[in-house]
């Protein structure tokens, strides 16, 4: 049957380094903190790059080592929650910047499980046979959208992107799998601008992340192995076959936990947090491309990508490199 194999992949971050030391300068906290919580040793933050000049930039990485010209491109979603714009959507800048004239683009908004929701939807498009060959982007700069007082929460993030193309194929994504919990909206949230009333005099007033760190924890060691073993026991695979669990890139502390949970090997839980903090859309991508260039994805590999983060949301994709 046709399914959606990942042909090529990329990635960016900006070139600007933050580290826990640095951070500690502007706000009460310090790298023994960080590290000991987090995983997370430093950090990207943008300067002059912009959303889509990252998302572009992985997006052309991926179709070089795909081989595939942009013209070719029938489909690019862009997995982010800070777009440069409110309109034209993200996906539209990168067609401009690559030249993928031939294709329909549009933004998924699912915070840090955006990636996974936007690689799962150009499956769907590609096993339906509407579309051959897609570009799946997961970009976030998420530091223009944090409080740089609150400590609680400025030191977990960094900025960067990542990209895979996919295209119709016999081998590939053999499962997905998504989930929403609007109700838990209120434990990670970042505002938009709000209404204001100029004929009152009140002006928009724009709003930042605000999170509940132990209730993100519960939620994400709690679902991320639920859904992993739904995956695998719908697509009759046993945990032992899997390879690699490509985690969203939040914690790593999470990822321990998720692995012990499975009662999966935690060398099979590959993470690049230390260096880039959590990347939220970007992070699945940036991490996949890190592992394909060293190497380490051989064909007939079986990995399961997972996200999870606001709205709620968490999703996974089982497939076969
Ligand atoms: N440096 C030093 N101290 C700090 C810092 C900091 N950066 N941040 C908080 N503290 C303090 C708190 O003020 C608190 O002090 P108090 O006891 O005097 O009140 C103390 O440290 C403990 O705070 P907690 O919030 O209880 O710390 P916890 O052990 O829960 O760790 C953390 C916090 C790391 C945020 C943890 O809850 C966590 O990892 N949560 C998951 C968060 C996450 O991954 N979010 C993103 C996932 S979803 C997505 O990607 C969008």
Known sequence: MMTTRIVGTGAYVPEQIATNDDLARIVETNDEWIRSRTGI?????????????????????????????????DLILLATSSPDYCFPNGACEIQEQIGAVNAAGYDISAACTGFVFALNTAHAFIQA???????????????????????????????????????????????VKMHSDGTKGGVLTCGSRTNGNFLLGKKPELGYMTMDGQEVFKFAV???????????????????????????????????????????????FPANMERYGNTSGGSIPLLLDEMNRKGMLAPGDKIVLSGFGAGLTWGATLVEW
């Not at 002059?48 to 070719?72: C, R």
């Not at 579309?131 to 609150?150: C, H, I, M, P």
């Not at 073993?229 to 936990?257: C, D, G, M, P």
Request: net charge neutral.
């Open 222 to 268: 709690k679902k991320v192995p639920e859904i992993i073993k739904e995956l695998l026991e719908e697509n009759r695979t046993s945990l032992q076959e899997i390879r690699y669990f490509v985690l969203h890139q939040a914690n790593y502390r999470i990822i321990e936990s998720v692995a012990k949970r499975l009662k999966a090997d935690i060398s099979k």
């Open 41 to 73: 040793g430093e950090r990207r933050i943008a300067t002059t790059e912009t959303n889509s000049y990252m998302a572009a930039q992985a997006a052309k990485q991926a179709l070089d080592q795909a081989g595939i010209a942009p013209e070719d491109v």
């Open 129 to 175: 046979g509407i579309y051959r060959t897609a570009l799946v982007v997961g970009a976030d700069v998420l530091s223009k959208l944090l409080d740089w007082t609150d400590r609680g929460t400025c030191v977990l993030f960094g900025d960067g992107a990542g990209a895979v193309v996919v295209q119709a194929a016999d081998r590939g994504v053999i499962g």
